[in-house]
Structure formats: structure tokens, C-alpha cells
């Protein structure tokens, strides 16, 4: 297996994590914006791979000034890694929720079902709604990657062993989905 750089972009940080032969090798929540590339390139230049990010694809949301600020940011990340010929690719975040729910459920089955009942929300029925890939969270997708790579949950507190928090559990799903998917996508690596 190759190296996959993987980064879920935020609006004024971002998580990335590098996989190098099965074997996470760096992975940091908190990378300023500014500093993502360099820190994409060092890894590129050093081990070579595939960059893999996490694309916003429209859904029923609202459109908040940090939503435009990680798309602004996704924009600038493309120009600047094709102008490097650095290839990468997007790949949207409902993909990776809906491989978690797939391939996670008897990990993250109690949790989606907590979820819809906190909810309240209710078919027309009356009966509570069938949870589906739509709910997976963060900290679903945090639950599937501590037992897919078998990363212990911390003492509150402490961190896990990896040093994974936040956005870097969300670069991790995406490299993962990448590593177990073969990278199909329907769009192509640019």
C-alpha cells in the first residue's frame, strides 16, 4: 500500500493524517490553514502517495459563514496543489458516512439509535424513524476508526495513544475509506 495524506478541511483549522504502509505516521488535529499545505507537500515530497480531502457536497444545510470559510479554503487547496502537480482527491463526506454505517454498524448501532430517539423525530406514523447513514456523526465516525485501527479509548482527560482528536478522526475516516474502497469514486484523481 502507498502513503495517503488525508485532511478534512475546517474553516480556520484543519485535521490531517498520513498512513504509510498500514501504519499512521503523524496525525494532528489542529493545523492552522495556512500551514496545511506545507505540511501536505513535506509529506508528499517525502513519501510520495495520494492526497485524499474532504469535499463539501450541497445538501439541506444552512449556509453559514464557516461553511463559505471551508470552502474558500477546499478552492485554494486545489489551486495551490494543482499549480504543485500534486494530484489529490475529493471525496465528500457523506461517502465516508455512508461506508461507516455500512461496514461499522455493530460498532455504532447503539449510538445512531440513541441519536434518533433523542431526536424525537418521528415518521407520520407515529413510530420512531429507522436510523440510516444520514445520522452518523463525528464521534460515530471516531467509534469506527478506534476499532477498525485498534485505538483505545483514553482515560478522560488524557489522549489516546495517536494523539487523534477532532478533525483528525474525520482525516482518518477519510484515509480509511480510501485505503478500503480502492479509491473509487466517480470522479476522477486530478
Known sequence: MKTVISCDP??????LV??????????????PNHAVLGKITHFFEQ???????EDIAPYSQTLKMQVIQVCKFIGQLEYRLS???????????????KWVYDEYQDVIWEQLRKK???SEKRRKDGKTLTPT?????DRMVASAMRAHWGIKKPKPGHKNELGISGHSWQALGLATYWIKTGGRQDRPVV
Not at 18 to 31: L, M, Y
Not at 47 to 53: C, D, M, S, T
Not at 133 to 137: G, N, P, S
Request: glycine share 10%.
Open 83 to 97: 499549480v504543485l502537480d500534486i494530484g489529490y482527491e475529493m471525496i465528500p463526506r457523506s461517502s465516508v458516512k
Open 18 to 31: 498520513v498512513i504509510r504502509n498500514t501504519e499512521i505516521v503523524f496525525a494532528d488535529q489542529k493545523i
Open 47 to 53: 513519501f510520495g502517495g495520494v492526497v485524499v480531502i
Open 133 to 137: 447513514f444520514v445520522w452518523v456523526d
Open 10 to 15: 475546517g474553516s480556520e483549522t484543519s485535521g
Open 116 to 118: 434518533v430517539i433523542r
